[in-house]
């Protein structure tokens, strides 16, 4: 995760030290792990925010893991300590993340991607990551694909865009990705995320696949 230096309220301002401070030292809060998932995605992950003149960046690693009708997003620093846990699902989205002091606070809202904007002060493609990562859009939303058949290189969907970097060779499945949102927006807030994911999860298989 990213901390902005924006006038949050205290708690904001609590969850967005922790996401920071747990990424360059060690801490001892820790979130349990979720239930058995239908598909997992894991890998490295960076990335930078621009809010007006001020820039802040943070790396780390990631785990996606989708369930039916919901999904687990969860970041870690390089030492493996929690940035942040995103829960989504059709009754509505949970963030948990460290605070200062090193326990752990819950934000609870109507969709995972306006809870990371209220709380953090910036938007997370969390709603539409079990697709994108995929390198699909999201079915039954708006979006523009490139090219219009075969895999997709680049999709333009809810604000964000994602283009493929790099896909495995042996499946054909996503390996590096960009997700850039607000990038045109000089005034406001951008963020730029990278993800290397570890392994391919063979699309024929994926259960998730629509």
Same mark, same amino acid.
């Given at each position: 995760?990213? =901390?902005? %230096?924006? !006038? ?8 967005? $030290?922790? *996401?920071?401070?747990?990424? =360059?030292?060690?801490?001892?809060? #820790? ?6 998932? $239908? =598909? ?14 001020? %820039? ?7 785990? *996606?893991? #989708? ?10 620093? /390089?030492?493996?300590?929690?940035? !942040? %846990? ?14 200062? &002091?090193?326990?752990?606070? @819950?934000?609870?809202? &109507? @969709? !995972? ?11 997370? /493609? ?18 523009? +694909? ?16 994602? =283009?493929?970097?790099? +896909?495995?060779? &042996?499946?054909?499945? /996503? ?19 990278? $993800? ?12 998730? +696949?629509?």
């Amino acid at each position: 995760m990213i =901390v902005t %230096r924006s !006038a949050f309220s205290s708690a904001r301002r609590c969850a967005a $030290l922790g *996401l920071l401070s747990l990424a =360059v030292v060690s801490g001892c809060a #820790t979130v349990g792990p979720p239930d058995t998932a $239908l =598909v997992t995605y894991s890998g490295r992950f960076a990335a930078n925010v621009s809010r007006g003149g001020e %820039r802040e960046a943070v790396s780390g690693r990631f785990t *996606l893991a #989708t369930y039916p009708g919901r999904s687990t997003l969860d970041l870690a620093s /390089p030492l493996g300590n929690t940035l !942040a %846990r995103v829960e989504s699902g059709i009754d509505g989205a949970t963030l948990t993340a460290p605070q200062a &002091d090193g326990t752990l606070a @819950s934000w609870r809202g &109507d @969709s !995972a991607d306006a809870l990371a904007q209220s709380v953090l002060g910036f938007e997370l /493609p969390v709603e539409g990551l079990a697709d994108w990562i995929a390198g699909r859009a999201v079915p039954g939303r708006p979006s523009l +694909r490139v090219p219009e058949s075969g895999p997709a290189q680049r999709i333009e969907q809810d604000g964000w865009i994602i =283009v493929v970097d790099e +896909r495995f060779e &042996d499946t054909g499945a /996503p390996r590096r990705l960009t997700f850039t949102h607000g990038a045109h927006n000089s005034a406001g807030t951008s963020l730029q995320l990278r $993800l290397v994911l570890d392994t391919a999860y063979p699309a024929a298989q994926d259960p998730s +696949r629509r």
